[in-house]
């Protein structure tokens, strides 16, 4: 590989001398002679191939990197070129992505180029998806494309992987429409839409895109005959919740196939919870026995979004069989499912009784939550939940119990309801 000709092409974007004036610089690491030695070293480790004169100091570049020092990276290659060596393709796809990581995509771009132009360098994905993400970040997605146009000209047969990389690239930074003109243009080149690239489709419109259109896309995967994943059904069921579509989402979640051993209970919580946030009682007791008869065991998400729905109507039959439910079926209850307690009690002016609750619970545990994160997205909160994060962030260094936490929300509230007569 002609490195002098590389050299000339990625000009430095910092003066050395301007460097050595400034030796209180935080990225002034610029010695030569420490080079020297390196490169001396590296030749009694034999990690200079004799034949070649290759070197490979990619993990350095990559601290350099990270370091945010890619003129210490630079200046690293000058040495190595006025001592004869070559930086082998590891170490060069190292320094292209210490160039663009750091903004400097001139230089990161005649790497690029110099390797293309090689016959032997064949650039591998990863290291084109973290390129083409560099500029995405910067917006700068017509140098994405171009990417896209110098493989299909110089490494045809990388297209297979290639399309997907750049379709990711514009979707998660929510050009969709570059993302479909992309996709466009892989269908027309006869590549098919294989799984990951389909709910890519359906998760990026999810964020970036209207209902109808995340809609179409899921519309699309079907016909392809792919199975929507469980990050589809997610970024599907989030945009529903978002949108306050509770209907939708179970007539979503209906049509993917209650029956899907694969993704767990995720499918039945999730339309449990769609009736739950609307509160229709007596279609979530329906639909939780039909998931028991179809052979799902109910998790501890199952029980808190029942839970929810329950503690918010002030049911408290119902919150106290469910408490039992879950103790039969050794399941252990989180911050929420004691939330869902002390603010049923709360809420009824009962905090009195809650020993009676508590004492059939394993309140002396330290305070998890295991619930659904997408749960609380639908159902928000409760007030005790909310209290006690805030209470144990603030106070992080103490081992806490649900107890404990509890007898401190309740004195909290004792004096938030206290009346104070100034004489």
Known sequence: METQWLLKRTPLAFHITSLKSNPSSPNFNSNP???????????REGRILRRDNLVDCASLVQTLARKRMPHVAHQLLLELNSQGLIPDCDTLSA?????ADNGLFPQAEAIWEEMLNTSSFMPDIPLVSKFMDAYGKMGHFHQVQKILDQIILHRFN?????YPVAISCFGKHGQLDLMENTLKEMVLKGLPIDSATGNAFIRYYSIFGSLTKMEAAYARLKRSRHLIDEDGIRAMSFA???ERKFYKLGEF??????????LGNLLWNFLLLSYAANFKMKTLQRQFLKMLDSGFLPDLTTFNIRALAFSRMSMFWDLHLSLEHMKHESIVPDLVTYGCVVDAYMDRRLGGNLDFVLNNMNADDSPLILTDPLVFE????????LSSEAFMEFKGQKEWTYRQLIAVYLKKQFRRNQIFWNY
């Not at 320094?95 to 160039?99: D, K």
């Not at 979640?253 to 694969?262: F, K, N, P």
């Not at 928000?380 to 939940?385: L, M, N």
């Open 378 to 385: 639908a159902l928000g909160k409760g007030d005790f939940q």
């Open 158 to 162: 990388l297209l297979p992987q290639v």
């Open 95 to 99: 320094l292209l992505l210490c160039y």
């Open 33 to 43: 002679p420490l080079f020297r030695k390196m490169i001396w070293q590296w030749k």
């Open 253 to 262: 979640l209906d049509g993917v196939g209650l029956g899907r051993t694969d």
């Open 240 to 242: 529903y919740i978002k």
